[in-house]
């Protein structure tokens, strides 16, 4: 799905630079050319063949963090992305996380301090995509695309991580990108 979606996209910017390179300045077609690309790359690297073996290509680290190459190749990527969450944040009625039992919240990427739980919960992140923002708060990341799943080894792994945590008294924010999929695997089975 997320494949389809991005790889239909960018056609549109692969079209205007191929089309317009007689007529737009080089730069213009240079940036048409380089959103289209990483359109492709993220929507090949997306795809069943590659999805499991191709989470590293945005740039995330295990700390959560991107890396400059990751922002500097694939910066059409991550606006877009970050654009799609604002406005489905702003113009749908649905909570960034929701309070499952004691303790346990699941949400999606919590995008400022306001959006994560009271209790200085642990995060455990199930996205490739997107930033760790919450610095201060235990973290671990479990590196999935969206539209897939977790395997079982990062289940194994996360699952234990967050009842570690909940054994300490912290409460635990499972959550990728919505709160739909991939957190709702991990949660199931926590």
């Not at 079209?15 to 492709?40: C, D, M, N």
């Not at 694939?74 to 406005?87: A, D, E, F, G, N």
């Amino acid at each position: 799905m997320l494949s389809t979606v991005v790889g239909t996209v960018a056609v549109i910017p692969a079209t205007l630079a191929i089309l317009g390179r007689k007529h737009f300045p080089l730069p213009v077609t240079l940036i048409l050319a380089h959103v289209a690309a990483s359109g492709f790359v993220v929507a090949i690297a997306a795809s069943d063949k590659f999805a499991r073996s191709s989470t590293f290509l945005l740039g995330k680290q295990a700390s959560g963090k991107i890396s400059w190459w990751g922002w500097a190749l694939l910066w059409p990527y991550h606006l877009s992305l970050r654009t799609k969450l604002w406005v489905q944040r702003y113009t749908r009625d649905e909570p960034v996380w929701n309070h499952i039992v004691d303790g346990w919240y699941l949400g999606g990427w919590p995008a400022s301090p306001t959006m994560v739980p009271e209790g200085a919960p642990a995060i455990l992140d199930c996205t490739c995509e997107l930033p760790r923002l919450q610095k201060h708060l235990p973290y671990d990341n479990l590196a999935v695309w969206d539209t897939h799943g977790p395997n079982v080894k990062q289940i194994d792994e996360g699952v234990e991580w967050a009842l570690k945590q909940r054994e300490s008294g912290r409460p635990v924010l499972v959550h990728c990108a919505h709160g739909h999929g991939r957190s709702l695997v991990v949660m199931n089975l926590t």
